[in-house]
């Protein structure tokens, strides 16, 4: 692969260097290590996870139960059953409040947290670790430690699923909040102090302004993470009582995968899908244009 | 800290307030792992009538029985096997892949760049249904790698940006002296590249190594023999066959996440930047 290289030591370097960069693909070896560097993750990724959500698009026309190959070619009657589903629109309407919920209690509780670990007094470190800890635990884990915790009312599970998603979450949010703090010119908070602003319009005026790429990044995580929520609801509560506390995907595997389903539990991959890129391109395009 | 001048004017009153508050946060936060820890040491009588206190007898039999069967470490080995394998192969494969974007010029290089990132844009769940069928159809249904070979496939996108980004940051200078001295592409990654990318191989490593251990859906969907499932399976499964027994449960949820508090204790550092720089810089 260097022989090349090696045979032309007399070169001017800077055509060295030009004849490596574009021309002949031979050249200190390119071919060569596109041909070797290239394939591997090509042919993992698109084996795994493009063509899989190809063939969800095309299963999902179909009523299938996964043997053999698709035929009873049934059009977009799926994504209707599926809309007409009660237990699909409480999965959509979860999944929604779930986003909510991260956006109107997480993220401000973890920017309080983040400010007053900002303070230089004994034992933050402490603090700090205690609170990110939550967030290494499993899912399932979580899940089970609550459900033990709980063990009592059905009524209001859907608020003990949130709780927990809190509980679980906010560590991870504080800590992009502690860097996104940390980044912030201390000279502007003096300036401020010295024009006699409070506390509360430091931050008001100051911090949070400043923080600004931080929350658009914070929300774009608690987003694409609410919707994808499975691990911790099956411990917790199966999706149940009747249905209460199904997210999308705890649909997709109750009436998708576990009757084998897979016309429907595919419909379910698709709109999924289709939310998840329209939420990620759309907010990236409109909010963080600038980050 | 951003504050740094307060701390010769933190207030006696704002201390106060603040170690107020941050205690009933951190209560809030540990009292349900504590509960879990020592509710595995009561017996079920107990459970039910003093779930939050300390136990009046120690049970440590709960504990003991699951530490010398063998189910438990089963379990634990084959997290740890899967676990590997995957961060192994994200390793190679996605640093491999961000070299060439980082410093090989090649037609079509921008838009198989985009064609990865499309990756970051949605979870495994949506594919699942196909993903099993794929798996099954390849013979891979209940081995490590019906589990590996998705979990890898789906970290890619996130692996190559954080590696290509660190790939493109390194100086210049280094590449070109490089180049005179006769060094090919292949050997530039491997001698120049490698070594000084071993803050970013952490963090990648650090992520895939959590999610892998963390992951319940994939290998819930793939492996069906219990001697190979993985500790989130193996905890329901136990919760599931001992029904009520929840002292049981609790010593089995304890012993599972104990690994991962000790290990999270001593390499705190390194998880809490791996996983928050690791989310920030992509």
């Given at each position: 692969?260097?022989?090349?290289?090696?045979?032309?030591?007399?070169?001017?370097?800077?055509?060295?260097?030009?004849?490596?960069r574009s021309?002949?693909p031979?050249?200190?070896?390119r071919?060569?290590v596109l041909?070797?560097f290239l394939?591997?993750a090509i042919?993992?990724?698109?084996?795994?996870?493009?063509?899989?959500?190809?063939?969800?698009?095309?299963?999902?026309?179909?009523?299938?139960?996964?043997?053999?190959?698709?035929?009873?070619?049934?059009?977009?009657?799926?994504?209707?059953?599926?809309?007409?589903?009660?237990?699909?629109?409480?999965?959509?309407?979860?999944?929604?409040?779930?986003?909510?919920?991260?956006?109107?209690?997480?993220?401000?509780?973890?920017?309080?947290?983040?400010?007053?670990?900002?303070?230089?007094?004994?034992?933050?470190?402490?603090?700090?670790?205690?609170?990110?800890?939550?967030?290494?635990?499993?899912?399932?884990?979580?899940?089970?430690?609550?459900?033990?915790?709980?063990?009592?009312?059905?009524?209001?599970?859907?608020?003990?699923?949130?709780?927990?998603?809190?509980?679980?979450?906010?560590?991870?949010?504080?800590?992009?909040?502690?860097?996104?703090?940390?980044?912030?010119?201390?000279?502007?908070?003096?300036?401020?102090?010295?024009?006699?602003?409070?506390?509360?319009?430091?931050?008001?005026?100051?911090?949070?302004?400043?923080?600004?790429?931080?929350?658009?990044?914070?929300?774009?995580?608690?987003?694409?993470?609410?919707?994808?929520?499975?691990?911790?609801?099956?411990?917790?509560?199966?999706?149940?009582?009747?249905?209460?506390?199904?997210?999308?995907?705890?649909?997709?595997?109750?009436?998708?995968?576990?009757?084998?389903?897979?016309?429907?539990?595919?419909?379910?991959?698709?709109?999924?899908?289709?939310?998840?890129?329209?939420?990620?391109?759309?907010?990236?395009?409109?909010?963080?244009?600038?980050? | 800290?951003?504050?740094?001048?307060?701390?010769?004017?933190?207030?006696?009153?704002?201390?106060?307030?603040?170690?107020?508050?941050?205690?009933?946060?951190?209560?809030?936060?540990?009292?349900?792992?504590?509960?879990?820890?020592?509710?595995?040491?009561?017996?079920?009588?107990?459970?039910?009538?003093?779930?939050?206190?300390?136990?009046?007898?120690?049970?440590?039999?709960?504990?003991?029985?699951?530490?010398?069967?063998?189910?438990?470490?089963?379990?634990?080995?084959?997290?740890?096997?899967?676990?590997?394998?995957?961060?192994?192969?994200?390793?190679?494969?996605?640093?491999?892949a961000a070299f060439t974007f980082a410093h090989v010029r090649f037609f079509g290089s921008g838009f198989l760049l985009n064609y990865f990132l499309?990756?970051?844009?949605?979870?495994?769940?949506?594919?699942?249904?196909?993903?099993?069928?794929?798996?099954?159809?390849?013979?891979?249904?209940?081995?490590?790698?019906?589990?590996?070979?998705?979990?890898?496939?789906?970290?890619?996108?996130?692996?190559i940006?954080?590696?290509r980004?660190?790939f493109r940051?390194?100086?210049?200078?280094?590449?070109?002296?490089?180049?005179?001295?006769?060094?090919?592409?292949?050997?530039?990654?491997?001698?120049?590249?490698?070594?000084?990318?071993?803050?970013?191989?952490?963090?990648?490593?650090?992520?895939?190594?959590?999610?892998?251990?963390?992951?319940?859906?994939?290998?819930?969907?793939?492996?069906?023999?219990?001697?190979?499932?993985?500790?989130?399976?193996?905890?329901?499964?136990?919760?599931?066959?001992?029904?009520?027994?929840?002292?049981?449960?609790?010593?089995?949820?304890?012993?599972?996440?104990?690994?991962?508090?000790?290990?999270?204790?001593?390499?705190?550092?390194?998880?809490?930047?791996?996983?928050?720089?690791?989310?920030?810089?992509?």
């Amino acid at each position: 692969m260097t022989d090349l290289t090696v045979s032309t030591p007399l070169l001017p370097s800077a055509e060295l260097v030009k004849a490596g960069r574009s021309g002949n693909p031979w050249a200190r070896g390119r071919l060569p290590v596109l041909l070797l560097f290239l394939p591997p993750a090509i042919l993992l990724f698109t084996l795994f996870v493009i063509l899989p959500m190809g063939e969800a698009a095309w299963y999902s026309l179909y009523h299938w139960n996964g043997y053999g190959s698709p035929q009873q070619f049934i059009g977009l009657r799926n994504f209707q059953v599926l809309f007409n589903n009660a237990a699909f629109t409480q999965a959509l309407w979860n999944n929604g409040l779930i986003i909510l919920v991260s956006i109107v209690i997480q993220i401000p509780l973890a920017i309080w947290l983040a400010m007053m670990l900002a303070h230089r007094i004994a034992g933050v470190v402490v603090f700090r670790l205690i609170f990110f800890l939550p967030y290494i635990l499993a899912d399932v884990a979580a899940g089970l430690i609550w459900r033990f915790v709980y063990d009592g009312d059905r009524h209001l599970a859907i608020y003990a699923v949130l709780a927990v998603i809190v509980w679980k979450y906010f560590g991870f949010h504080m800590m992009l909040f502690i860097a996104g703090l940390q980044s912030i010119d201390k000279s502007v908070l003096e300036a401020a102090e010295i024009d006699g602003a409070t506390g509360w319009q430091k931050f008001r005026h100051v911090t949070l302004p400043l923080l600004g790429s931080t929350v658009r990044l914070s929300i774009f995580f608690a987003v694409i993470g609410s919707l994808q929520l499975f691990d911790m609801i099956m411990p917790l509560t199966g999706g149940g009582p009747s249905n209460s506390t199904q997210t999308m995907v705890t649909f997709l595997y109750t009436y998708g995968v576990t009757r084998m389903q897979v016309g429907l539990g595919s419909a379910v991959g698709v709109v999924l899908f289709v939310i998840c890129v329209t939420l990620a391109f759309g907010y990236k395009r409109i909010f963080m244009r600038n980050d | 800290m951003t504050d740094a001048d307060t701390s010769t004017r933190t207030s006696v009153a704002t201390r106060v307030y603040l170690y107020v508050a941050l205690s009933i946060i951190a209560v809030l936060v540990l009292i349900p792992l504590l509960t879990t820890a020592l509710g595995g040491f009561k017996s079920l009588g107990e459970l039910r009538t003093n779930p939050f206190g300390l136990p009046s007898t120690w049970y440590w039999s709960n504990y003991t029985d699951i530490l010398f069967g063998d189910r438990y470490w089963r379990q634990m080995v084959n997290s740890l096997i899967i676990a590997a394998l995957t961060v192994f192969l994200t390793l190679a494969v996605s640093a491999m892949a961000a070299f060439t974007f980082a410093h090989v010029r090649f037609f079509g290089s921008g838009f198989l760049l985009n064609y990865f990132l499309v990756g970051l844009m949605f979870p495994a769940a949506t594919a699942i249904l196909p993903l099993f069928i794929r798996i099954r159809d390849l013979g891979l249904l209940d081995s490590y790698w019906g589990v590996v070979l998705p979990q890898v496939a789906f970290g890619l996108g996130m692996s190559i940006l954080l590696f290509r980004n660190y790939f493109r940051n390194l100086p210049e200078e280094l590449f070109e002296a490089a180049f005179i001295d006769g060094c090919g592409y292949i050997r530039f990654f491997w001698y120049i590249s490698l070594p000084l990318a071993r803050p970013i191989i952490a963090t990648v490593g650090i992520i895939s190594f959590v999610g892998s251990w963390n992951s319940y859906i994939l290998p819930l969907i793939m492996l069906n023999s219990e001697s190979k499932y993985t500790w989130p399976l193996g905890i329901m499964v136990y919760r599931g066959e001992y029904g009520t027994n929840w002292q049981l449960a609790l010593a089995f949820i304890t012993l599972t996440i104990l690994p991962t508090i000790i290990v999270f204790f001593i390499a705190q550092k390194h998880i809490i930047a791996g996983l928050t720089a690791g989310a920030v810089k992509s």
